[in-house]
Every structure is written in C-alpha cells, then in structure tokens.
C-alpha cells in the first residue's frame, strides 16, 4: 500500500572520478583490474531463482590480451529462452503489483551501490571485457549507468504524476499500467550502462524482462546482474541468459505474451527483428512496443570561421575515443579549404602523441577493438582505402590481431564526398575527411544531409552565428543528436537524451521519460462521484 505521495530523491550526475596519477582511486582501481585480471569467473546464467550452469561454457577473454582467460560463461539453449520467458511471466503479477516507490528503492539502491561498493569492479570489468581506458570505464560503467538508474526514476515520478482533468462530480485518473506479457532486453557490447538500462527502464516501470547481452559484454553483465541482486530485484524480474540471438527470436517473437522489444545494436539486426514481428503481429496478445536505438555515420562539419584547433580536438576525442567504437563517434568530417592545413597538422600531431595498448597502462588513450570480428571488418575497410586511387590514409592504417585486437587511428582523405567510408558504418578507429571549397558551404551542408541513410549525432563547429543557424536549419533532420562547437560523444543522461531517427533508430531517447512511456500502457478511469439515476435529459421537455 502507498500511504503518501512521495518525493523521490532529486537525480544529480554521478561525479567522474579523473583516476589522476597518485590518486587512491586509481589505486583502488587498478587493484580491482588486476583481482579480476588474475582470476577467473564462472557465469551463469540468471532465470528467476537459479543460477543455471549448462556445462557447455564459452571463454571471456579481454580483447587487449586475447590469449588469456578471465573465465567462463555457460551457454544456454532453446529451453533456456523458454525458462526464461517463464520466469519473466511468473513474476510480472507479483513485481506490476509492488508499490513504485519500493521498486525505485531497487534501482535507486543499485546506483548507490555503483557509485560506492562496486565503482571499482564495474569500472575494472568493463576496462577488462570492453577494452575501454580507465576513463571511457568511468563514463559509461559507473556515471551514465548511476545517472540512468536515478533519473528514471525521476521520470517515472513525472509521468505517473501526469494526469488528466475533472468535471463536478466526475474524478479522472490515468493509470500507467505495465505491458500485457515480457520485455526482451538486446543490448550491445559497447556501453555497459546501455546493457544495464535496457532491462531497468521497462522494469522500473512494472515490467518483467528476458535480457540478451552481446557475448563480449557477458563479464561485464555479470557484475551488472550481481548489483542488481544485491539491490533487492526479486528473482524473475530480470533474467539473463546466453544464447544466439536467432535461438532467442524464434521462441520469443512466436510468443503470445511477447509485449516489447527493447534494442541497441546495428541497424541491419533492428531491421531484421522488426520484420520478424511484423510477420508474426497476429500471434501477439498485444502490439508489441519497439524500441531500437541503431548505427550511425556521426559528422564534423566545420566552418570556415572556427579556429582550427577546435576541429582538430573535437575530431581527437571524438572519433578516436574508446577506438570509434561508439555510436556517435566523429566518422565523417568536412572541413574547408583554407583551414585544412591547420586541421591536418593538428590531427597528425595529436595522433602521433596517442599511446595505444593495454586499458591496465593508464597512459594509453587507445585500447583494442573488440573482437577479431570487428578487427576484420575494420581492417578491411583500410584494405579498401589502400587500394582507391579516391583516398589516402594520412596518419595510422596499420594493424596487428597477434597479441590483441589493435588498430592505428587512421585517418582517410577522400576526394569523392560519396566515398564508401564516407558513408558506411566502419565501428572503429577510421575517420574519413573531404576538404571543401571554402565558398560551398551551403552545398556541402546539403552533402552532409544527404549522405548517409543514418541520422543518430552531428556536429557543427562555426564562429558565425549566421552560419550556425543555416546549418542547424538544413540538417534539422540529421541527427538526433546535434552539436553546436563540440564534439559529437559524450551525450549525459538528464542534459542530452540520446537517440537518432532515419536509420539510426527509432528516437525514443534513452535517459528520458520518452524511453518509459513506452514501457507503460496507460488506463483511463472515470470515476462517476454520484452516478445518474434517471435516463431522462432536460431537452426532452
Ligand atoms: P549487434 O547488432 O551486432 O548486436 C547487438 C545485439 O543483438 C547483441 O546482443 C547480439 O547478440 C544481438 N543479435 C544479433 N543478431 C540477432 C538476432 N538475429 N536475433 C536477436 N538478437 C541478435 O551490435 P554490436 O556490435 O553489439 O553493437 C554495435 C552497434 O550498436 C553499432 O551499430 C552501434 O552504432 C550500435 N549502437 C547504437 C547505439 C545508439 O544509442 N544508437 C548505442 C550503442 C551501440
């Protein structure tokens, strides 16, 4: 029972921790990496109570280091979906029917616990799984995924508090009520915090989850799920299990119960697993909610007013941070002309001042991609370069798998706007430039529109205000996320709702109330105070 209308505590950032050498945290945290480094999990699977171990198990090994094992995951198979989707339905009554502010405690208790206990490890595992740098671990682990976790619950107070008129003796209510079944959870291996929130938000908001991570996010997701329990999420609620994601499709998107998909990842598997519920709308108890947050083709347009040594640290960080590997990293800049010189040199510098190794050596800025998959797809697409008389590489373009998955920031220059790497998504450490005449700045903003089919993040970078409204005018439609003299990363939940359209996504923008109303299902309930007892209206006389 919910004797009171409750505040709930007002959401903040999280703090970011700089790790600064001599500091106790990098201590702290390096102490954590290497009791992690040195021994070795076993992961189950979570399905309502148990623990499951299947026996037949899979490595987890740190990209940076690919020959050694930081443990085992247990694979599951089609009876491990079903399991799931099982527990997810026994629990929805008992979790729908718990009073908000007790499941906001859950969650609000989990981000204390990464902010404290577990800063380290959560941090340490994702420089560990991901390869990401003490920093990048920072930002995502620990701040974006605390940040997402308390303003959720901010929202839901928000949207519950939403409410609808009355009329004399006439009381209205919206309630928002869970989805009629269970949400399948997708994540990707690039952003712990979006592995952890997309089972969150829908459960926040009433609901009960089947969670698939990406394989190379498994160490991390471990930790993740370990909070959550020890946060106090009853057993159901979230069930985490590993399988293919083909294995996982065809039970859940042919179960009646199915009521959302909750997605970040590519475009072409969104795409894939929306034509799959298409084909199967009539099997559904209800229409499904979708959700998927997709590639992108991020751009740099620089211009002719702005000091080049903005563009040439916006194009550093941003495209080069956690090695591209993220969705809205700086893949495709346009600078003019008269500038170039200046961008050039300071980007050759910049790189050439880059360390790259090993997440443990906080000195390096760059760490390995993620897999060999990845590896050989990004390597291919710097074959591609080396071969087009269109393009050269002017800094990197080298790479070696045999230690690690590791890839020299590259940086391309095309002559051909339309280049393939101008508008295909690489996911790595590859930035692609085309120098503009400095008189077709209002040409190439119509380029930059219409390049690639993507419109997740962009950025403008000018000194002329006059400029700076043409281009936020002819790109409105560009990007989700637009920038005006910054860099195109680094979106923080409550400040920047993240989410791109066209084929970037469908916008519901995570780390907002946008993302939890789709979550909820809402009823209207009139109340009549003092209920009519004579059908006879005063016009009949
Ligand atoms: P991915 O598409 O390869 O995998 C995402 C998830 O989908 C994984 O859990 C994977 O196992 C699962 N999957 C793959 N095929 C499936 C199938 N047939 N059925 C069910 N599940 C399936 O993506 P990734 O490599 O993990 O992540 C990188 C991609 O994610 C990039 O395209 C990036 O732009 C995108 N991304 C977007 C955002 C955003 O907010 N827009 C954020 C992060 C990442």
């Known amino acids: 029972m919910s004797n009171g209308i409750f505040n709930v505590p007002v959401a ?37 109570a148990e623990e499951v171990r299947t026996g037949k198990t899979a490595a987890l090994r740190p990209p940076h280091d690919h020959q050694h094992i930081l443990g085992h995951y247990h694979i599951g198979d089609h009876t491990h979906v079903k ?23 859950i969650f609000l208790k989990a981000a204390e616990l990464i902010s404290t206990k577990y800063r380290y490890k959560i941090n340490a595992a994702t420089m560990l799984a991901q390869g990401k740098n003490c920093y990048q671990a920072e930002i995502d682990a620990v701040c974006e995924f ?72 498994i160490f991390s997701a471990n930790v993740v799920m370990e909070i959550f329990r020890e946060a106090g999420l009853p057993a159901g609620v979230i069930n985490l299990i590993y399988v293919d994601g083909p294995v996982a499709g065809d039970y859940i998107f042919n179960h009646r119960d199915f009521a ?25 108890r209800a229409y499904p909610r979708i959700v998927g947050e997709t590639g992108g083709k991020d751009f740099v347009i620089a211009h002719p007013s702005t000091p080049a040594g903005q563009v040439v640290t916006a194009l550093s960080r941003g495209a080069f941070e956690f090695q591209g590997q993220k969705c809205s990293a700086a893949s495709r800049a346009y600078v003019p002309q008269s500038m170039w010189p200046a961008v050039k040199a300071g980007l050759i510098s910049d790189l050439s001042q880059f360390k790259m190794g090993s997440p443990e050596d906080m000195g390096n800025f ?20 080396k071969g087009s008389n269109e393009a050269e590489i002017i800094s990197g373009g080298n790479y070696d798998k045999t230690s690690g998955y590791f890839i020299e920031p590259t940086v391309v220059v095309t002559s051909n706007p339309k280049f393939r790497t101008m508008v295909e998504e690489i996911f790595g450490p590859v930035l692609t430039i085309f120098v503009y005449e400095d008189d077709k700045w209002t040409e190439t903003l119509k380029l930059v529109d219409e390049t690639s089919d993507y419109a997740l993040t962009g950025a403008i970078f000018s000194a ?7 281009a936020t005018k002819a790109l409105q439609n560009a990007a989700g996320n637009f920038y005006i003299n910054d860099k195109p990363t680094g979106a923080v939940v409550g400040q920047q709702p993240f989410g791109g359209s066209r084929g970037s996504g469908t916008n519901d923008k995570a780390g907002s109330y946008m993302n939890l109303l789709r979550w909820v299902n809402a009823r209207t309930i009139k109340e009549c105070l003092v209920p009519a007892t004579d059908f006879h209206y005063p016009f009949l006389g």
Do not use: C
């Open 464 to 470: 002329d205000r006059y400029a700076a409204i043409e």
């Open 83 to 105: 399991a799931a989707v099982d527990a997810a339905l026994d629990a929805r009554e008992a979790w729908g029917d718990m009073p908000w502010e007790h499941r906001a405690a």
């Open 146 to 217: 605390a940040d997402f976790l308390r303003y959720n619950v901010e929202y839901l107070t928000q949207i519950y508090s939403d409410q609808p008129e009355s009329s004399p003796g006439i009381w209205n209510r919206l309630e928002y009520r869970p989805l009629e079944g269970f949400v399948f959870a997708v994540t990707p291996f690039n952003f712990t915090a979006i592995a952890g929130n997309l089972p969150a938000a829908p459960a926040l908001m009433g609901n009960t989850v089947v969670w698939k991570p990406a394989d190379t996010q």
């Open 12 to 48: 903040q950032n999280e703090p970011i921790y700089d790790y600064a050498p001599g500091s106790p945290e990098r201590e702290a945290l390096l102490a954590s990496y290497k009791d992690q480094y040195y021994s070795t999990v076993d992961v189950p699977m979570y399905i309502g």
């Open 260 to 284: 959302g998909l909750h997605f970040t990842g590519s475009t072409g598997v969104f795409q894939h697993l929306w034509k799959t519920i298409g084909t199967n709308i009539h099997k559904y």
């Open 366 to 385: 760059i760490n390995a991609v993620i897999d060999e998959k990845s590896f050989d797809k990004i390597a291919g697409y710097i074959d591609f370069v």
